[in-house]
């Protein structure tokens, strides 16, 4: 087996829409630049995703200099654009899991009309200013990791293995993109991300902290947004551990700088897998 190397950065700047796939981008505590930096919300500030949305699997994302540009893959013609640097001056509390609150910035009228008109009822598009700390779980972290609006943790890795493994036991092809990981590894065996604690890219250094629970967000077809079984069954029948399903490791970084496609994966210490798996 060749060594590992990076074979793909992904980012999703508005939490649960679609993703982008980079040649390069930049590591920060938060997570990558502009990686889920805005999030849809109710509007008493509770955050929205594809879980009860599904809807939402279908709007694309793009990236220029200056703007994000949000359109419907069935209406390429609306086009929302958000600049990078530009919010209003309102503020409003987010809540994400567990009423977690995170104090945000609404983004503006123009964007929660096109939202809400998307969505079918209210909805707010709020970003999250580098002033805003919300800390990473305490059992995985340390008192200053923090994160932005994902899930739990600032990086996802995942290693063509561990979803060629899946698919083989699934019997047909799942994309990569169900999973929605930052970091995307080929060169290893199934799961060995699994036992990667300390390891390096292109020369910056990460930590890896736990496995990553999935839930019925992998079961959304990105391309048709309707839910089905897989691939929730067939992992359930080898990575489940305590009552939850496993795919994938969440990551810290504990150094900042450029990452590019193609750089070497350097594994410095490993400890073993929480989730066995032979």
């Known amino acids: 087996m060749n060594a590992p190397i990076l074979k793909e ?21 938060k997570g990558f630049r502009y990686d889920r930096r805005w999030m849809l919300v109710r509007p008493d500030g509770v955050f929205l995703t594809q879980r009860e949305n599904t809807v939402m699997a279908l709007v694309e994302v793009e990236l220029t200099d200056r703007h994000l540009r949000v359109y419907h893959r069935h209406r390429p013609d609306d086009v929302l654009e958000i600049p990078l640097d530009q919010t209003t001056d309102e503020a409003l509390t987010a809540y994400v899991w567990d009423n977690q609150a995170v104090e945000s910035r609404v983004v503006s009228a123009e964007a929660d009309a096109w939202f809400s008109r998307l969505l079918g009822f209210p909805c707010r598009l709020v970003y999250m200013p580098e002033t805003s700390l919300r800390p990473v779980d305490p059992n995985y972290a340390q008192p200053d990791d923090v994160v932005s609006f994902a899930d739990g943790f600032p990086y996802l890795v995942i290693s063509t293995g561990s979803l060629d493994e899946l698919n083989r036991r699934i019997g ?6 169900r999973f929605r990981p930052n970091l995307v590894v080929e ?21 890896g902290v736990k ?7 992998t079961t959304i077809d990105p391309e048709t947004s309707q839910k089905g079984k ?11 551990l305590d009552s939850k399903i496993y795919f994938g490791q969440n990551v810290l970084a504990e150094t900042g700088g450029l990452l590019r496609v193609g750089e070497p994966v350097i594994l410095l210490e490993r ?8």
Not at 191 to 203: L, P, S
């Open 211 to 217: 496995p990553c629970a999935r839930c019925v967000l």
């Open 230 to 240: 897989e691939p929730l069954k067939t992992l359930a029948t080898y990575r489940r």
């Open 9 to 29: 950065i992904r980012i999703y700047p508005i939490k649960s829409l679609g993703g982008i796939s980079l040649s390069e981008a930049v590591v920060e505590r």
């Open 271 to 278: 400890r073993p897998a929480r989730v066995p798996f032979s």
């Open 172 to 177: 047909e092809p799942l994309e990569m993109i």
């Open 187 to 207: 060169g290893v065996g199934p799961h060995d991300e699994d036992t990667w604690y300390r390891f390096q890219i292109g020369g910056l250094s990460f930590l």
